[in-house]
């Protein structure tokens, strides 16, 4: 059973750096679609990356060139890296996976804040 916890956020400055990881404790999943997504007050949750088992990245484009999401099968850890945060940024943070052929993600972690101070 897939169990995600995610860590890494916390307050920062615009402009500074975040890195969140996200480890699968149930050790299963290396051959799944990993997510970061993002929810910030008032709003809907909006996808910010993903990668495939392959490698294979998707970026939102509010967050394309700043962000780097990553993963090291090894250790069933997807990473993502935020640099040149901005105030928009800040939110809850969720880490959630799927099967290669699934649309929905059904696996996801307790989420992470983040907090971006001007």
């Known amino acids: 059973q897939m169990q995600l916890v995610e860590s890494g956020g916390g307050l920062v400055q615009a402009g500074g750096s975040l890195r969140l990881s996200c480890v699968d404790s149930?050790?299963?999943?290396?051959?799944?679609?990993m997510g970061w997504f993002r929810q910030a007050p008032g709003k809907e949750r909006e996808l910010v990356a993903t990668?495939?088992?392959?490698?294979?990245?998707y970026y939102a484009d509010s967050v394309k060139v700043r962000f780097t999401i990553s993963r090291d099968n090894a250790k069933n850890t997807v990473y993502l890296q935020m640099n040149s945060l901005k105030l928009e940024d800040t939110a809850v943070y969720y880490c959630?996976?799927?099967?290669?052929?699934?649309?929905?993600?059904?696996?996801w972690g307790q989420g992470t804040q983040v907090t971006v101070s001007s």
């Open positions: 990668i495939t088992s392959g490698g294979n990245t």
């Open positions: 149930g050790r299963t999943a290396s051959s799944y679609v």
């Open positions: 959630a996976a799927r099967n290669p052929w699934a649309r929905t993600y059904d696996s």
